[in-house]
């Protein structure tokens, strides 16, 4: 027999369909007029895998991804009142998913700063090389910083197509747009985070890992059960105001801490918008003061206080090398410029450009470590991350079809967790590609930093069809010092071979 219960739960499936089939704006709307604790559960688990993997991608402790993943959605039933662009909720549950999960990260490393002794100078100099995961993790991590500052039409295609797993459309229906909107939306936000991540040196990274990388986030985990039975719980009484719902034992003071920093900050914001609107024009009609009401956007800055992952400066210009002419012969080499980098003025060698300005790596024209000459580009990196990647670089003009190019150097390596002989390719439309020479570096996870004097890397790639340049590229990902002498290259019909087991 159905009871009362039942029988208002027939009523409503009947009358507006399942939780699931409804719109956000629908589900919202029931939770705010009739605190309707299954249509926020219905949110919780459509948006849970997306928020949950921005949490996990910038926090490595459960228990910090378990708070940030509550306060995410608390700070939605706080604010679920004043929504009014429910259709881009997820776009927006993506940027609060971001700011609370560096809020919690910098609430993790203060504590952890107060818990735990200073480590010495002594320990800082054996640094540990990063395992493929944190590689993975540093790149997913610089992808949701940009993927925040994208507007806000754009972020929420990207959101929805990439991060959430939904077809062009079912993301336009999600909108209330045309499918050719969201087709363009997106291509072009792709276009534009393609852009950035090269200006920070991360191409190669996103080249190596598939344009497929944020798309592959859509089949992450999902919230536990009892993670969203929690959240729901703790829904209902959000009147109260998060100390009362944490007084209660609903959730954690963390938790709660969480929520309130982030409404502050909303707040504060909200403000400052309204004290800019005031400045520019002096006066303040009605209709001015109820579309502040609106929510903030996602891009909004990142709190103060928060730990933001720092902005790296953009590329120094470089006057591009001379190119030079290729023969298209099989075996001829390539006429590289200075190869054995002993020609120079004070500032550089001849022919070789540097790439990013990049926190804690340093561009060196080394004039007192070399394998046969006097001199050889080094790139060293203190910090213990991959990326943004590092280089020199020299281009070349292609010539001929010969299929595959054989590139060489002499290597001298002290402590490198990962450095790479790279060669690039660009097409007469500016497409770029690259390949790995050769691999120098720890090679399994947990293997240690490798150390070795001069020694010869030679590796050959396949030249795509249609390339135009050809970019030499000694680079450095993990964190050590690497250096490169006496560089060479040339086509050849050689069999192509794998740097990783060389």
Known sequence: ???????????????EGTDAGQSDVRLLERFVAHRDEAAFSALVTRHGPMVLGVCRRLLRDSNDVDDAFQAVFLVLVRRSGSLRDGDRLASWLYGVAYRVSLRARANTAQRLGRERPAIGVEALAIVPAPDRDQERRELLAVLDEEVTRLPDPSRAVVVLCDLDG???EQAATRLECPVGTVKSRLASARARLRSRLTRRGLAPALAATGSGLLGGQASAASPSEALVVRIVRAAAPHLTGMAGVAEVGLVPATVAALVEGELAMMATLSWKSLAALLIVSGTVATGAVVSLARPIPVSTPTPPGALQPPLEPPRIPQPEPTLVALNAEPDSPLSLVNPGVEEGDERQPNGWSKGNAIRGVSYLWSRDTAHEGKASLCLKKSENRYFPIAEWSQTVTRTGDSPRLKVSAWIKADRAGKAI??????????????AWVAYIGAKESGDPPVTHDWKRYEGVVAIPPGTAKIVIAPQIYGPGTVWFDDLGASYTTDAATDPLTR
Do not use: C, I
């Not at 027999?1 to 009358?15: I, Q």
């Not at 002989?421 to 690259?434: M, T, V, Y």
């Open 421 to 434: 002989l790279d060669a690039q390719f660009l097409d007469r439309k500016g497409e770029w590609s690259h």
């Open 1 to 15: 027999m159905v009871g009362p219960s039942g029988l208002k739960d027939l009523g409503r499936l009947f009358s």
């Open 166 to 168: 939904l077809t062009h």
